[in-house]
Structures are given as structure tokens and as C-alpha cells.
């Protein structure tokens, strides 16, 4: 279903936009019905694809040298 086409989009982005929508998708993401959901879609084509595009965001997140991301990324773009 698209939710944009009932008017739904634009309050669901400004809720996720918002601390608590934020701590919502944290806690479902969290949980073992999300890590499942989570695996599902990046065993998919789309889903590693998804993964690869945000992953660099995420390395920078975590203060690590440029040589360690270019080794994951690499490393990871060579298994896909």
C-alpha cells in the first residue's frame, strides 16, 4: 500500500522526523521480530544494494581510518 496516496506519507515522515518516531524505530529495530526483518531484506538484491549505498555514512559514524573502510568496503563490495 502507498501511503503518500492517503495523506499518510507526509505524517509519517514528520513523525519519524521527531525524537520519539526515532526511539520507536530503535526499539523495533531492536527487537528480534525487527533483526528479522532486518536480515530478510538484505538477503534481497535491493536490500544489499540499500546497504552498500549507506554503509560508508555508518563507517564514518564509527571514527574509523580511511584504510579500514576502503578494507570493509571493499571486502564487502568483492563477497556481493
Excluded: C, H, R
Amino acid at each position: 500500500m502507498a501511503l503518500g496516496s492517503f495523506g499518510m506519507g507526509g505524517m509519517v515522515s514528520k513523525y519519524l522526523a521527531t525524537p520519539e518516531g526515532q526511539a520507536a524505530v530503535l526499539n523495533y529495530l531492536t527487537s528480534d521480530e525487527g533483526i528479522a526483518m532486518l536480515k530478510k531484506f538484505i538477503a534481497t538484491p535491493g536490500g544489499q544494494k540499500t546497504m552498500l549505498s549507506i554503509l560508508p555514512s555508518i563507517l564514518d559514524g564509527l571514527s574509523l581510518s580511511s584504510e579500514v573502510k576502503d578494507a570493509v568496503l571493499d571486502s564487502i563490495e568483492k563477497s556481493v
